[in-house]
């Protein structure tokens, strides 16, 4: 991990980031470390008058599952492509394991982060298990150990390899889509796990039953998680932080059991939410 | 004389005239692939060149056909008299409906399945072989047919300039004004426009993946 220069600091930091920068740069012991760090970073792009994200400050912890909450537009997708160079900051920078994206060959840099999206993006001309091992295939494993581990991967996520590994995605569920989605994501067994809403799409019923899966998953594989939605029961049931964002910048961060409690008018809002169903209260 | 008497007693001559015909149609065809896809996977990422390369496709389409077969005979190298001078004419025939298909074809997959792979860490050559070709594989196939067909109609009309082909019974047959003459042109021709749209068909239906 690099040392951040004091000039670099920024005061509108999370709380707690900040000290334990200046403590992990001194002392590598048992404090967390984060494994992905936003410095400082702008993004805009030609033409719109407001930046997408504005000067956002920010770290991932490993093994952390972030959820970023927000609505439309407040920049939650923005970072998530600013962490796999899909995007560059246009001011500041992003460091992934202590290197800015920048000077990550972007190739490698997206191998060793897996994605998942609302609409799984399968590839619809493989079959499930060439769309699990293709990564494993483009990074050269053999075939004996891509079949091995893209059955592993679709027991994790609770499809039967016998019975799906051969189906193409047309002939899926929108949920078992989903759920390939994450063990293509896996596929080469990727430290850093990126989700843009990868149950936004789902029916409820599929959409609890996968969310309560994956939080078991994320607990068991202990992979480092930014997760991006605008659901806040969903970032909830998920996170062990919620970051919440507006207009491209971070009004609240804070564990999952003390979000509900921030005195914050855009958080009321979202806990509001939660409370919209007509003779329900919570 | 009645046109199955003329095809009869002329049998070889046809037969070598569809030959012919067959030869200009495939040796133009292969050419006009060998330009249109690659060109079409070049114009993807490349705007300014894809608007320049569709337009000029398409003039080439706006020329009526014999006078294109006229305008190329003065200019040196793929022009004059014969053969070559009809394949050129009939590879830029053949260009836009290849062109425009693949280029359809590559850009109207799913973003999302793009931007999976892009996220993914493909590079932009394997998206291109792994993804977008096989993806576009189908609509590609099906503009390689219109072509083809296209072609085989168009020439015909390579005879006028001393190209052979099954154009030169129709030529014949106008000026002799014999109906008899004409068939045995345009009856091969159409067989073979049929015959090459229904085996590209089941080329299509075998290759296309969804």
Redesign the interface.
């Known amino acids: 991990m690099s040392h951040i220069p004091d000039s670099q600091m920024h005061y509108d930091r999370p709380r707690g980031t900040a000290e334990r920068a200046i403590v992990q740069t001194n002392n590598h012991s048992s404090v967390p470390e984060p494994i992905i760090r936003f410095e400082d970073v702008t993004y805009s792009v030609k033409g719109r008058p407001t930046p997408l994200v504005t000067q956002l400050s920010m770290s991932v912890n490993s093994s952390e599952t972030l959820v970023l909450l927000g609505r439309s537009g407040s920049g939650k997708t923005t970072l998530l492509r600013l962490i796999n160079r899909m995007l560059i900051p246009s001011q500041g920078r992003v460091l992934v394991e202590g290197r800015a994206t920048s000077e990550w060959d972007p190739i490698r840099l997206r191998r060793h982060i897996g994605y998942v999206i609302q609409d799984a993006g399968l590839f619809p001309h493989f079959t499930v298990a060439e769309n699990v091992g293709l990564i494993p295939k483009l990074e050269h494993w053999d075939a004996a150990r891509i079949k091995s581990r893209t059955d592993e991967l679709l027991s994790l996520v609770g499809l039967e390899p016998a019975e799906f590994a051969q189906r193409r995605p047309a002939q899926l569920s929108g949920g078992q889509r989903q759920r390939v989605g994450v063990a293509r994501a896996l596929g080469a067994d990727p430290s850093i796990l990126l989700m843009d809403e990868p149950f936004g799409a789902l029916d409820p019923v599929t959409r609890a039953e996968l969310q309560h899966e994956f939080s078991e998953l994320a607990r068991r594989l202990g992979k480092t998680i930014v997760f991006v939605t605008h659901d806040l029961r969903e970032a909830l049931m998920l996170a062990t932080r919620i970051v919440l964002l507006q207009a491209g910048r971070i009004v609240a961060s804070s564990a999952p059991q003390e979000f509900l409690q921030i005195d914050q008018p855009e958080v009321q809002a979202f806990t509001a939410s939660l409370h919209t169903v007509p003779g329900v209260s919570a | 004389m009645t046109p199955w008497h003329f095809f009869i007693t002329h049998r070889a001559e046809i037969l070598d005239a569809t030959l012919d015909h067959l030869g200009l149609v495939m040796i133009s065809m292969f050419i006009a692939i060998a330009i249109a896809v690659p060109l079409g996977m070049f114009i993807v990422q490349r705007p300014a060149l894809r608007t320049f390369s569709l337009g000029a496709a398409s003039v080439f389409q706006t020329i009526p056909s014999l006078a294109l077969f006229g305008f190329l005979i003065p200019i040196p190298f793929i022009g004059g008299i014969g053969r070559r001078t009809a394949i050129v004419a009939l590879v830029l025939y053949a260009l836009l409906p290849i062109l425009r298909n693949t280029h359809v074809g590559l850009t109207s997959i799913?973003p999302?399945?793009?931007?999976?792979?892009?996220?993914?860490?493909?590079?932009n050559t394997?998206i291109l072989t792994r993804?977008r070709l096989?993806?576009a594989l189908g609509i590609i196939l099906a503009g390689i047919r219109t072509a083809t067909v296209l072609t085989i109609g168009i020439a015909t009309i390579a005879a006028a300039i001393g190209a052979g082909g099954l154009g030169i019974f129709i030529f014949r047959g106008v000026a002799m004004v014999s109906d008899a003459v004409i068939l045995a042109g345009a009856i091969p021709a159409a067989l073979l426009a049929i015959l090459a749209d229904l085996f590209l068909a089941l080329v299509e239906r075998r290759l296309r993946?969804?």
């Open positions: 799913d999302a399945v793009l931007e999976a792979a892009e996220a993914m860490g493909m590079t394997q993804v096989p993806l993946i969804l």
